[in-house]
T-cell receptor
Framework: DAKTTQPTSMDCAEGRAANLPCNHSTISGNEYVYWYRQIHSQGPQYIIHGLKNNETNEMASLIITEDRKSSTLILPHATLRDTAVYYCIVRALNYGGSQGNLIFGKGTKLSVKP | KAGVTQTPRYLIKTRGQQVTLSCSPISGHRSVSWYQQTPGQGLQFLFEYFSETQRNKGNFPGRFSGRQFSNSRSEMNVSTLELGDSALYLC??????????????FGQGTRLTVV
């Protein structure tokens, strides 16, 4: 089962920041927080990941609370093309072992409106 | 560089038949994972292959199998198809090496319909 809890859906106005929350209260010390999104009828797309420090890349920012029990994905200037289902996943890296097992939950359906 | 390529994109099969789906990972990626996506169950992990060996397996019946070739290309097979096997089958490739903080890149998927 997924170890994360996300709101089922959210709306955001085009051009505004979209803040997507995720609860992962049972996260272990060696587990990372990953975010993927899936635009309708396409394969999931990697967005960002982090362990305990805040992370930023060209797509988004990831803010992880100090106790690591929750995080927020921030899309700074949402566009209509950001409409998608966003998945928050916690996952340990098994050094020397597999990385392929992603446990997806239901995700948050983000609708960006004009 | 080219992304993950899955073939065919769409497939219609009859109950009881078998089907083989193909996945070509990103060049240089050695890990290939397969997922099944249905409206009811969402995205579920099937299995992962690395260096032609299955490394992880999800909770699916033995009718679902796969393999990986020496060039990292992978196939998955579903035998004795059931209506409930209708789904989008997704393949993802990952770069695996000393730096373990790498992401999975997904293909567009194969849409299988069982009638």
């Amino acid at each position: 089962d997924a170890k994360t809890t996300q709101p089922t859906s959210m709306d955001c106005a085009e051009g505004r920041a979209a803040n997507l929350p995720c609860n992962h209260s049972t996260i272990s010390g060696n587990e990372y927080v990953y975010w993927y999104r899936q635009i309708h009828s396409q394969g999931p797309q990697y967005i960002i990941h982090g362990l305990k420090n805040n992370e930023t890349n060209e797509m988004a920012s990831l803010i992880i609370t100090e106790d690591r029990k929750s995080s927020t994905l921030i899309l700074p200037h949402a566009t209509l093309r950001d409409t998608a289902v966003y998945y928050c996943i916690v996952r340990a890296l098994n050094y020397g072992g597999s990385q392929g097992n992603l446990i997806f939950g239901k995700g948050t359906k983000l609708s960006v409106k004009p | 560089k080219a992304g993950v390529t899955q073939t065919p994109r769409y497939l219609i099969k009859t109950r009881g038949q078998q089907v083989t789906l193909s996945c070509s990972p990103i060049s240089g990626h050695r890990s290939v994972s397969w997922y099944q996506q249905t409206p009811g169950q969402g995205l579920q992990f099937l299995f992962e292959y690395f260096s032609e060996t299955q490394r992880n397996k999800g909770n699916f019946p033995g009718r679902f199998s796969g393999r990986q070739f020496s060039n990292s290309r992978s196939e998955m097979n579903v035998s004795t198809l059931e209506l409930g096997d209708s789904a989008l089958y997704l393949c993802a490739s990952s770069l695996r090496g000393p730096d373990m903080n790498t992401e999975a890149f997904f293909g567009q998927g194969t849409r299988l319909t069982v009638v």
